[in-house]
């Protein structure tokens, strides 16, 4: 009997049991990076990217940040005053409730814990930062700088945050440094050294 010197099975053998390797249905192995996986879909990236912006060069984060301030202050322009403290509360828990699901499908599609391109977290971080804060030029630059500031430096606990599993941390962190934010804002206006 010829036994074949690869498989050490004779010609008659089964070979159905043998591993086969992966393929992605064109005949060839999955692409680098993409772990045997799919795609990510277009809704998770283009969430995740905040429309695209994520893939902004220099900081898309703050690119992120700067366009959230720019379309809460544009909402808020027609949003009665008495109404803009829930409409901040549910803008952040929708941007958070979907930026999770669409962040973990970009972790687990790249293999990167927290792609820089992923950046619907500082957008629900911003809108955080931003709640029942009131409508001028001053508090809500006030409201980025000091957002950025904790999103980059990440005091304690936030760093903490960042181990929580996939879009879980990627979102956790940046909502932490928004309310941190958001803490020292209305300290800010308690006392007098922003208008309220």
């Known amino acids: 009997m010829t036994v074949n010197a690869q498989s050490g099975l004779g010609p ?47 900081g898309p984060g703050t690119w992120a940040s700067i366009a959230t301030v720019v379309l809460w202050a544009a909402a808020c322009s027609v949003i009665p005053e008495s109404n803009r403290t829930i409409a901040g509360i549910v803008a952040a828990s929708v941007a958070t409730l979907i930026g999770i699901p669409a962040s973990t499908r970009i972790v687990r599609t790249t293999g990167i814990k927290d792609p820089s391109f992923v950046v619907i977290d500082e957008v629900a971080g911003q809108l ?13 630059l006030v409201g980025l700088i000091l957002f950025r500031i904790f999103d980059i430096l990440k005091p304690f606990p936030i760093r903490q945050l960042e181990h929580l599993p996939d879009g879980i941390g990627i979102m956790m962190d940046d909502l932490g440094a928004g309310i941190l934010a958001l803490m020292i804002m209305h300290l800010f206006m308690h006392f007098g050294l922003l208008i309220r």
Request: hydrophobic share 40%.
């Open 12 to 58: 008659d053998a089964d070979r159905s049991s043998l591993p086969v390797a992966p393929q992605d249905g064109t005949g060839t192995r999955p692409a680098a990076g993409t772990h045997g996986q799919s795609p990510t879909p277009l809704w998770a990236r283009t969430i995740s990217t905040f429309f695209g912006i994520g893939r902004l060069k220099l």
């Open 128 to 140: 955080v930062a931003l709640i029942a804060v009131p409508l001028s030029w001053k508090t809500f």
